[in-house]
């Protein structure tokens, strides 16, 4: 605290010597550059003039000489309490700002500068300065949300198993098949945990990005995706329709596959029997484009922002299970990694389109 008291007191200090070095020069310029010529217009004897006793005016140029150093040396406190004074005017906004800054970092994450008139350079700071407390308020409740939610998730399996088990090892007659039928149900649920830490991971990964980019085409993306998932598919009971035209982008050939494959088995988990699914690649101007559409519920319009946060489910899908959550999530974290346009729009008949836009490669 005491050397950054020390710190602003300097800043000050420069400040009022620097307006004090202003105002002192200005004062100097007058006295030289305009006092001066005209002491010494008025003390010249003018040519043609008549003999005789002349009434002085004025004073001489050696006394006003005299004068002007007396009032330079006056001038020097003037000027140091005028540029005194104006450096605290200076710095005002900065202390509130200084100091709403640090009672915001001590946890008060809802607290604003709000700076009003006069608009210059320092409130156009503060509204910046707003703006960016605002998104770091938004980020630690997300963040705080995320946590919680995650703890829910993985809580309840872990509950369902201790449950499971007490309630074994307290049954005397409990016999060979039983025993079986409690460790299938608990190598079950153990397969839940296991597939949300890897969701969990997986969102971890797409969030902080490749850290190697390449040349890749989304329709041969597309092609590896779908050819892992064509008897899921067909079980289902969906039909599969592709229109891949090659478009090539940039980007981390895993994460992108992750992206594509969370929005096929999005579009899968949540359509109705004898649906239909439609994936289209290509490129258009400087853009490849992705998109996956289904048929499935309607879902309102309100809701869609809603889908791509996780933990956010709308509905269980046609088979009772409710999901982790987590795939448009991972999409939607893919598509900011890679600087990619996301959009997503409901289908009035029902299910969802959406529309992933990469910038396009010139290797293609």
């Given at each position: ?316 899908d046609r088979h009772g299970r409710h999901g982790y959550g987590l795939g448009l999530a991972i999409v939607h974290a893919v598509a900011q990694a890679h600087h990619a346009d996301l959009t997503a729009t409901a289908r ?17």
């Open positions: 605290m005491t050397t950054r008291r020390i710190a602003r007191r300097s800043l000050q200090k420069r400040l009022a010597l620097a307006y004090a070095a202003g105002i002192y020069a200005a004062g100097a310029f007058v006295l030289v550059f305009v006092g001066v010529p005209l002491v010494s217009i008025d003390a010249a004897t003018p040519d043609g003039a008549t003999s005789g006793p002349v009434a002085e005016t004025g004073i001489s140029l050696p006394q006003f000489l005299v004068g002007s150093a007396v009032a330079l040396v006056l001038l020097v406190p003037v000027a140091l309490a005028l540029g005194w004074y104006v450096a605290g005017r200076f710095l005002q906004p900065l202390r509130a700002i200084t100091g709403t800054a640090k009672s915001i970092s001590a946890g008060d994450l809802h607290r604003r500068l709000d700076l009003g008139e006069p608009t210059d350079e320092l409130t156009e700071l503060g509204h910046t300065l707003d703006d960016l407390f605002a998104r770091l308020q938004a980020a630690f409740d997300a963040q705080r949300h995320f946590v919680a939610n995650a703890s829910h998730e993985l809580r309840t399996p872990l509950a369902g198993l201790r449950t499971l088990l007490e309630v074994v090892l307290a049954d005397p007659d409990a016999d060979a098949d039983t025993l079986r039928s409690a460790c299938r149900e608990a190598l079950a649920l153990g397969e839940h945990q296991e597939r949300l830490v890897q969701a969990l991971l997986e969102l971890a990964v797409s969030e902080r990005g490749a850290a190697r980019w390449d040349d890749l085409d989304l329709a041969r993306v597309a092609e590896r995706v779908l050819a892992a998932r064509r008897d899921e598919v067909a079980e289902r009971d969906v039909g599969l329709s592709e229109h891949l035209a090659p478009a090539v982008t940039a980007g981390g050939l895993g994460l992108v596959e992750s992206l594509v494959a969370n929005l096929v088995d999005n579009a899968v988990r949540h359509n109705h029997q004898g649906g239909d699914i439609r994936i289209t690649t290509g490129t258009s101007g400087t853009q490849a484009t992705l998109t996956v559409a289904n048929s499935g519920p309607v879902i309102p319009g309100d809701q869609i922002p809603r889908l791509f946060q996780p933990f956010q489910r709308l509905a269980k009035p008949e029902g299910g969802l389109v959406v529309t992933v836009r990469f910038t396009a490669s010139t290797a293609g």
